[in-house]
């Protein structure tokens, strides 16, 4: 289904409710009623074409509109990119931390391999948290400045130099550690978990780390095919200009 402007959003969140964290970066939460997506984006304030196209790129792997998202500013990108790491690091690896927690305390024969779950999904998370940083910090920042500069028309002697000897080409490959790491937290405990007293518990650890692992392919999905691009063609037209 391809979403658009006229919808219900009652209707789309129906039909994909993994949506809801999506539209609660944007500010938006349930209670939404009769109002179409439309009508809500007014509401709030919010760019239309931005938000239908986020939402579509969550809902369908192979939708992207490239073109069109490089038509937005940067720091809207930008804005809705550091929500969803406040949303990964506030609320979601903490939700899944506590699940492994609760394991080791209500099943004693198993604390063993259970601790050693809870450590690699510790080391995990601290690889995950130091990525976040590093786009935080150092990326982010970066593309802000390449935005102001654009717009002013002018670029620092600073800016230029890191566009050589940093172009934002360097931090493609590493989502893929990140990705690998979750695909090997899954299969440690579905192919070598002992049988668990608690199977309920250890599916719903299951299915937590299943709508991490798809949250953050979309979520790196706009970071390798929007933000990247965008920033390049912005290092280019600065190079350019100078
Ligand atoms: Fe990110
Ligand atoms: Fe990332």
Redesign the pocket.
């Known amino acids: 289904m391809l979403i658009d402007q006229k919808m219900k959003m009652a209707d789309v969140v129906l039909h994909d409710p993994t949506l809801v964290p999506v539209i609660n970066r944007f500010g938006i939460h349930l209670g939404f009623g009769d109002q179409t997506i439309e009508e809500i984006c007014k509401t709030h304030g919010l760019h239309v074409q931005f938000f239908v196209i986020t939402l579509n790129a969550f809902h369908d792997k192979l939708y992207f509109p490239t073109e069109q998202l490089q038509s937005f500013k940067a720091s809207l990108l930008i804005d809705y ?1 550091q929500k ?2 406040r949303y990964f690091l506030e609320d979601k690896t903490p939700e899944i931390a506590d699940l492994i927690e609760r394991t080791l305390r209500e099943d004693d024969v198993n604390k063993t391999t259970y601790g050693l779950i809870k450590k690699f999904f510790n080391e995990y998370r601290e690889e995950f948290a130091k ?2 940083e590093r ?1 935080d910090q150092i990326i982010f920042p970066y593309v802000l400045k390449l935005e102001k500069a654009l717009e002013a028309g002018t670029a620092e002697e600073q800016l230029l130099h890191k566009i050589q000897t940093h172009p934002i080409v360097e931090y493609e490959a590493e989502h893929e550690d990140v990705e690998a790491k979750i695909f090997d937290l899954k299969n440690i405990i579905i192919r070598y978990l002992p049988t668990p007293n608690n199977d309920a518990l250890w599916y719903q650890i299951l299915r937590e780390i299943f709508t991490l692992e798809k949250e953050l392919a979309e ?2 999905r706009i ?1 390798d095919l929007i933000l990247i691009p965008k920033v390049e063609a912005m290092e280019k037209a600065i190079k350019g200009g100078n």
Do not use: C, G, M, T
């Open positions: 990119l969803a790491h990525h976040i786009e979520h790196a970071e």
